[in-house]
């Protein structure tokens, strides 16, 4: 199946899990695109979707809500599950606001949501992240655990290959 995978990062570390997830359903025969969410202009090519967004402030990046929300329709009549990372030292589902995240699952029908742990590095932050992150006692620090990313892409393979290709 042709998937896209759509991921918003500040920094780089969601950027790296998509890569991850992408890779793991490439692995396994499916045709997979990591994109931006601000370069998507179309998700009609697709048959599935993957949406990832770091969180800040318990709240997905803008360019994530507004992908969700520009192709909301388009996204109720495919599979889509959701990933989103946080803090390095935040247990990963803490990092999340809950109610955001259900109403988001609602609203584009998403299969699923899977919150990882993030990676936090001091030296790429602009002063304000500086000093929420010092509020938030956030730690310097790699949470990742790509083992358990790979895992889920490849829960997302196998209920891919029991789902019919659109015609």
Not at 46 to 66: F, M
Request: aromatic share 6%; hydrophobic share 45%.
């Amino acid at each position: 199946m042709r998937v896209l995978v759509a991921v918003a990062s500040r920094h780089g570390g969601t950027s790296e899990i998509g890569a991850r997830v992408a890779a793991e359903l490439r692995s396994r025969g499916h045709a997979a695109n990591l994109l931006d969410p601000e370069r998507v202009v179309a998700i009609d090519p697709y048959d599935a979707v993957v949406l990832g967004s770091a969180v800040y402030s318990a709240h997905w990046l803008p360019a994530a809500c507004e992908f969700a929300r520009r192709f909301a329709s388009e996204l109720t009549e495919r599979p889509v599950w959701l990933f989103s990372s946080g803090l390095a030292t935040a247990p990963a589902a803490a990092a999340n606001s809950p109610a955001e995240t259900q109403a988001l699952v609602r609203a584009i029908g998403a299969r699923g949501h899977r919150a990882f742990g993030g990676r936090l590095d001091r030296s790429v932050l602009s002063s304000a992240e500086s000093a929420l992150i010092a509020a938030a006692r956030g730690k310097d620090g790699d949470n990742r655990d790509l083992a358990a990313v790979a895992a889920w892409a490849g829960a997302i393979s196998d209920e891919l290959a029991r789902t019919p290709t659109p015609t």
